[in-house]
């Protein structure tokens, strides 16, 4: 099937910002006086949530890609089934719309601004266009209950092969990624001098138990070897977690993230910003350990691409080849 890339992403960036706007309506109604409500369920534990607006959002850009294309298959969020094992892949090799409507429902549902949308569409199982688009930047913060006249979030599209944009208008005007062209190289002694994302996914069905003070002390291990200790700068500039793994992507696009790391996430988290990222020329990588790796060996095995399905990933900013001089 021959796809026509242009008018699937004019679609998707209409859908994308007509679904952003509605998320940031229902904030704003949220936050005036006789407060409307938000509807929270529950999915697979306390920390995996879904809302009414995630599910309103979905049926809106759903119905968008129904009508426009109706012969493409669709996964969304919040349709699609819960309770799958763990690594089965669930996009076919057929046009596939890969849908999250609301990524960063925990910080949605806290009034947290780094939320978005995201769209993505893979042929073969590869991302070809990519949208995402974060209704709370450029907007009032708090949202301020007056609606704004035209959508002013970051908008992040690309197109397989013909480069990553942000837009800060809904399109009209639009910059190539990364931000500071050409990009910085990566500090030689990376990850020193780097910013670092870090976001945990929400199964915690491998997370292991233990009591509390060993928690808590491999809590202050772990931050003090990144972030430092005994007076001493850390492993890296700053840790992030921004609470939307397709945002962090975005921002890796941008420069403004070095490195990435994602601990279990699925497809629709990051289609959209996989095509985004590599397209700005950052690099992802499937971060689950290969068959029978053991870290004390060194090795030379390429490390494998970024498959969608992966869970986990490792996200490089885009950068120069040449070495830092200092
Ligand atoms: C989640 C966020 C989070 C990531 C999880 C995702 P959701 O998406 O992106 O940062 O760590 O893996 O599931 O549930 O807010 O759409």
Redesign the pocket.
Known sequence: TTVDLDHALAVATDLAIQAGEQLLTRARERITPSGAQLTIAQKLNAV??VTEA?EDAEKVIRNGLKKHFPDHAFVG?ESYGQGMPNNEYIVGDEPTWVV?P??????YIHLFPTVCVSIGLCVGGVPVVGVIYAPFFGAAYPPDGSASAAPSGHLFTAIQGRGAFISSDGGKSRRALPLQSPAPPIPPNAPKGCTLAV????DRRDVPGGNLERKVNSFWNLAGEIGGRNGKGGMVHGVR??????L?LAFVATGAIDIFW?????E??VCAGICILVEAGGIVVDCNPPEGFDPSVSSTTPIPAAPLGGRRYLAIRPCSDSPESS
């Open positions: 995996d949530l995630d969020e999250d609301l990524d960063g429902t925990v910080n976001e945990w996914g929400k977690s921004l609470g939307s793994a397709t962090d994602e601990g279990g996430c699925w629709w988290d």
